[in-house]
């Protein structure tokens, strides 16, 4: 079992940055896939970014490219998300999941077990 905390959340003008951190309770934290996603209300969740297990490989969906940086600290059980150029439209809450899933299915929010509360970040104009 993987206990996940999601922290960093905050209210941000928009044009600026923010990192996110999940904390895992698991010291095999470095066998899951870490990924973000997000929820606005009355919305579907959304895949953000997801790190391989070693750091191998990252993932971003379209709307992350360019602004949103994930990375992982497996000696530390902590997965990050630094988000810069923040718009209106990034205000929502973000949560971070891990599994050990196929990396060909990181995208897919079914295929992850463990799920952090999530954090709200708010970007003001």
């Known amino acids: 079992q993987v206990q996940l905390v999601e922290s960093g959340g905050r209210l941000v003008q928009a044009g600026g940055s923010l990192r996110l951190s999940c904390a895992a309770s698991?010291?095999?934290?470095?066998?899951?896939?870490m990924a973000w996603f997000r929820q606005a209300p009355g919305k579907d969740r959304e895949f953000v970014a997801a790190?391989?297990?070693?750091?191998?490989?990252?993932d971003y969906a379209d709307s992350a490219k360019g602004r949103f940086s994930i990375s992982r600290d497996n000696a530390d059980n902590t997965a990050y998300l630094q988000l810069h150029s923040l718009t209106l439209e990034d205000t929502t809450v973000y949560y971070c999941?891990?599994?050990?899933?196929?990396?060909?299915?990181?995208?897919?929010?079914?295929?992850?077990?463990?799920w952090g509360p999530g954090t709200q970040v708010t970007v003001s104009s």
């Open positions: 698991q010291h095999t934290f470095s066998w899951y896939i």
């Open positions: 790190v391989s297990p070693r750091s191998q490989s990252t």
């Open positions: 999941a891990a599994d050990t899933n196929d990396w060909n299915n990181r995208r897919l929010q079914e295929r992850y077990h463990y």
